[in-house]
């Protein structure tokens, strides 16, 4: 681990082996052990991949981002008073472009001391610490970078009356148990006078995430399919493995029953793929898909249910009402 100044007076967190927060290795392969195989989630999102994922954002049938923006809008003054926090620590934080209405709300509020970004993609992390810093010079900023299970006890005794903010799916990108491993984590690190702010992708009707999802596979820049592919480039790179990306075709699923959208990779023909840096070999059948991103919608009371599980207290919610996109403050 390290931690020095980077520019502006921003405060950088190097965590983890090689100045990188813990390399995924056995997360990745237990992963690829699975049926379907699954790749986590955080490897779409090196430099490249977040990069793809701010234009994804973009797409005017992407709804999530709009109705976040819309929702923080019009009630981030009443999550920061409610909330009263004096240091925002941004859970997953990428460009932190939301982040910064929920800023200017505990700036207007008279509390803002504080920012803390953490993300385990560098680049976009410390554009946007540069950049809050810049516009608030008399708040502490602090980036970390590295994943929750080693984040989370870093941040832990650091500070109290911190709203702890996980916005975008993030959250619910999280499988069961990478879930419940988080909550325990983060409830672990909170102190009593902390809040948690997590915001979540409700269940809605078919057609509009239909739509939502689906956007971006084709056309002049697919980007979605661009997202998927990346996530090889990015084992290729990081393992010295030879997936070969015109032998395989992105796809989403949603599966209704499950409340559940899967980003899948499906493999065009029977094929087998070396990762030297993993020491694994994996036969792929023709057909054989390759899951890459999966996002659960839930049901509001599900939600809080859920969080109230491990130790959370409800204290209010909010929810965009066009598009159902809620998000739950806690203490």
Request: proline content about 5%; overall charge neutral.
């Amino acid at each position: 681990m390290s931690a020095d100044s980077h520019g502006a007076g921003v405060v950088e967190v190097l965590l983890g082996p090689d100045r990188q927060a813990g390399d995924g290795t056995e997360e990745l392969r237990a992963g690829l052990a699975e049926r379907p195989r699954r790749i986590p989630h955080r490897y779409g999102y090196d430099a490249a991949g977040s990069q793809l994922f701010e234009e994804i954002s973009r797409l005017p049938a992407y709804y999530p981002p709009r109705s976040e923006r819309k929702l923080l809008r019009a009630h981030g003054s009443d999550m920061a008073r409610l909330s009263n926090a004096t240091e925002l620590v941004d859970l997953g934080a990428g460009s932190a472009e939301k982040s910064e209405i929920l800023l200017a709300a505990m700036d207007a509020n008279g509390t803002l001391h504080g920012y803390t970004g953490i993300d385990v993609s560098l680049q976009p992390l410390r554009a946007a610490a540069l950049r809050i810093r810049a516009r608030w010079p008399t708040a502490r900023v602090t980036a970390v970078h590295g994943d929750f299970a080693t984040a989370l006890p870093w941040i832990r005794g650091r500070g109290t009356g911190r709203l702890m903010a996980m916005l975008g799916s993030t959250f619910g990108c999280l499988t069961p148990p990478e879930r419940f491993a988080f909550l325990r984590t983060l409830r672990a690190c909170c102190e009593p006078c902390d809040h948690v702010l997590l915001c979540a992708d409700l269940f809605q009707p078919v057609d509009t995430v239909r739509r939502a999802y689906q956007a971006g596979y084709k056309g002049e820049r697919p980007v979605r399919r661009l997202f998927a592919l990346n996530t090889l480039t990015h084992l290729n790179r990081a393992y010295g493995a030879d997936f070969d990306l015109g032998c395989f075709e992105p796809e989403v699923v949603y599966d209704v029953p499950l409340r559940q959208i899967r980003g899948e990779i499906r493999s065009t023909r029977r094929q087998r793929v070396a990762l030297p840096g993993l020491g694994l070999t994996l036969d792929f059948a023709k057909d054989e898909t390759l899951v890459h991103d999966v996002l659960h919608k839930f049901e509001l009371s599900e939600l809080v249910s859920e969080l109230e599980s491990f130790g959370f207290r409800y204290r209010r919610h909010w929810v965009e009402r066009e598009c159902q996109y809620a998000a739950v403050l806690l203490t």
